[in-house]
């Protein structure tokens, strides 16, 4: 049912329902058409079941837009990303994530003055609750940090009952940000040092961001971790990449869970749990162990398309529901992960690897076709793996870098006057009525 009106001057959509089959009020209706800062144009089917009797179906949400955001822009024909309007080749390069963060979750760039109180409220919060210490004591060695993690996210907001208020203003959330920024690098670094059976390494409030991150990971009692500047350049690249995205599924997850109220604590706690399956922040690791395979002497790279083609499984780290043309992300994370090569003077044979995949595929029908590109999770993965990042922690990394997107969309949403719980509708396709058949009746 596209609008019937010339883009722009849209205010209505003329819809043609076929009332005479569906024993619904038939004929032609007129829904009103919603205009984005960008020209997009939306039908608003909110009165829909109302006017008519009709619901839509929409599986995947492939062309259904949940909410109104002002937090993230993309233009997935041109490979465009924008968070708050700037561009994230401009953010990626001149950046720190921290600045990111405060800009994706307040809208503007951060002044000097409010930046050094931010990091200041960072450092505060860097260190766990002892009793946090004592949850992460009952976790098996060989749990998987992701499951950690979520429940780590969920058990903070029980040790900071005054930021679960819903008296959320900007003070509050700037007080949840620095928790949740700063705990979930305490948590992921506990959650590492636990599975090698190590001490933790407590943080080092006179550290930046990333540089703590990389100490709590890799300093050891007897010798601290000093990581190359290029180093510190690429994780905080990695992160400003992964900081939001708009509608995907972990972050719509977050909205969905916060539309019912729950505090952001819960809420974020969700996303991670929703990112970490392999069609999302979970192909990171997918890739790398598509690459491994090869490597080890499985399959060459054109044998893997073939298999892709056939159907056998998916090319890991390719494809995207919105880009269609090439995801802005990849390109940055595969020039930073030859200069970060180059400037530490080693080579990695997966990256070799990822690039004769890319070079077949991109020439092949099969991908062109289907406008199949590499996205973020492509060549990411290559870079963690050369700062020494274990391949079971690399979805945690991603999350790292999305919760300031999570909270972003969670405080949009609670902020939202128009603010409703979110529950879509099905079409049912199961059994009609029918009696109930006792137990010795039953078969
Ligand atoms: N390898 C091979 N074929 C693919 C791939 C792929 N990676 N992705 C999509 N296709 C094919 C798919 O088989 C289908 O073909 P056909 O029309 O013949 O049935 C067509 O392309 C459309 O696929 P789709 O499943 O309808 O696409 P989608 O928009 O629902 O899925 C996606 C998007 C990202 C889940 C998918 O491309 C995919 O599974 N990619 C691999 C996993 C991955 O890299 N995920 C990370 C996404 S980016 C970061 C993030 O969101 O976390």
Not at 15 to 26: F, I, K, N, S, Y
Not at 105 to 128: A, H, N, Y
Not at 295 to 321: I, Q
Not at 382 to 404: A, D, E, H, K, W
């Amino acid at each position: 049912m596209p609008p019937t009106t010339a883009p722009g001057a849209a205010e209505v959509a003329r819809v043609q329902l076929p009332g005479a089959h569906a024993g619904l009020p038939g004929s032609e209706i007129e829904l009103p058409v919603v205009i984005g800062s960008e020209d997009e144009h939306a039908v608003d089917v909110g009165r829909l079941r109302d006017r008519s009797g009709y619901i839509t179906l929409d599986p995947g949400f492939g062309n259904t837009a949940a909410c109104k955001s002002a937090i993230t822009y993309i233009d997935g024909e041109e490979g465009i990303l924008r968070y708050r309007g700037y561009p994230i080749e401009e953010l990626a390069e001149s950046s720190s994530f921290v600045e990111v963060a405060m800009l994706l979750i307040f809208g503007e760039l951060p002044s000097k003055e409010r930046l050094e109180r931010f990091r200041g409220m960072l450092t505060d919060e860097q260190l766990l609750h002892e009793g946090m210490r004592y949850h992460f004591e009952g976790f098996p060695s060989h749990g998987h940090p992701m499951a950690m993690l979520s429940a780590m996210i969920n058990a903070c907001g029980c040790y900071h009952p005054e930021l679960l208020s819903s008296e959320m203003d900007e003070e509050r959330l700037l007080r949840a940000t620095a928790t949740l920024m700063s705990k979930v690098c305490t948590i992921a670094a506990f959650s590492y040092k636990m599975t090698m059976g190590r001490r933790m390494e407590y943080p080092d409030p006179s550290l930046s961001y990333c540089r703590n991150f990389l100490h709590m990971m890799f300093s050891k009692p007897h010798r601290r971790y000093e990581p190359p500047l290029q180093v510190v350049r690429a994780l905080t690249k990695f992160l400003i990449l992964h900081a939001d995205h708009e509608q995907n599924c972990s972050t719509s997850t977050v909205r969905m869970v916060g539309s019912s109220g729950a505090n952001v604590f819960a809420s974020v706690s969700s996303g991670v749990c929703a990112l970490w399956g392999p069609l999302h922040g979970g192909a990171n690791m997918a890739v790398i162990e598509m690459l491994q395979q090869i490597h080890a002497g499985g399959d060459d790279p054109r044998t893997v398309v073939a298999k892709v083609k056939d159907k056998k499984f998916r090319l890991m780290g390719f494809g995207h529901r919105v880009y269609k043309n090439f995801d802005p992300r990849a390109k940055i994370l595969e020039q930073t992960c030859s200069e970060l090569l180059d400037v530490l003077g080693v080579s990695d044979p997966l990256l070799d690897i990822a690039r004769e995949l890319a070079g077949i595929a991109l020439t092949d029908d099969y991908f062109l076709e289907r406008k199949l590109y590499p996205n973020v999770d492509f060549y990411s993965g290559i870079i963690l793996r050369t700062i020494g990042i274990p391949l079971n922690m690399y979805t945690v990394m991603f999350s790292i870098g999305r919760v300031p997107g999570w909270i972003a969309h969670w405080y949009e949403l609670f902020r939202d006057p128009d603010r409703r719980i979110a529950r879509p509708r099905q079409v049912y396709v199961g059994s009609g009525k029918r009696p109930y058949v006792p137990m010795d009746a039953r078969g």
